[in-house]
């Protein structure tokens, strides 16, 4: 039976950029996943928190706080996306891995814009293939020059994002380099099963980002065609348990699994007013430490 380790991250205090005056500063934010009863979280967007290692070092050491990831995108599904991908992640790559983190969370790019218009036609099967081994290669670069696991991260009006995509991003790359983090929310938004892909791909999740979505607020996005970044702004990600999927279940078939998971809690809010999330915060981990279990705080 594996054990799922909490943590949290700076997009639930409503950072999505590096520096943006919307945003929950990042000492605050530091400061708060403490008071929230926290000690791992994820680097965020490149920039956001300091990016002298010594300094991040420092400032995390004084918290007690570790990290288990950094995150960043990919455009390998372009054919001139390499240089422009490799760029952006060796920066994430070699800051995660002066903090000793073993993790990099890897998204693909969008496929449609805020404004819910079309900005990239969707890859066909060629084009799937051509990008399960560009993925792969990342992957490999990653864990010889930087000793990191490519965790996948599948994301709404991403290239990867509805669970047939999801499935064959699975089967087009190699388990090695590439596995998946399962993010509970933006597979249900997308319409996913997380139960039928934890029951499916055992061996390829490795790595958690847990959050619920809120059904009406879908449903409503949905019908009018928005992108997810208005859902968001409507609320669509909202606080456990008051969403889908239900969390106990998923919980309980990752736990079965034979390895150790970290578990990233995650509820996409953007932009939010600076004191809503550390009662959030505070509140859902209260509610995922007393589902019991494997979680641990």
Known sequence: MGKISIGTAPDSWGVWFADDPKQTPWTRFLDEVVAAGYTRIELGPYGYLPTDPVRLKAELDSRGLTITAGTTFEQLHRPDG????WRDVVKTAELTAAMGAKHLVVMPSMWRGDNGEIVEERSDHEGQTKHGRAVTE???RLAEEFGLQTQYHPHADGHIDTQDTVERLLEET?????NLCLDTGHISYCGGDNLELIRKYPDRIGYLHLKQVDPKVLAEVDAEGLSVDEAVRRGVMCEPPNGVPELPPVLDALAALDHDLFAIVEQDMYPCPPDVPLPIAERTLAYLTALGGAVSS
């Open 82 to 85: 390499w240089e422009s991908t």
């Open 138 to 140: 990342l992957g490999r």
């Open 174 to 178: 190699d388990a090695t380099y590439v």
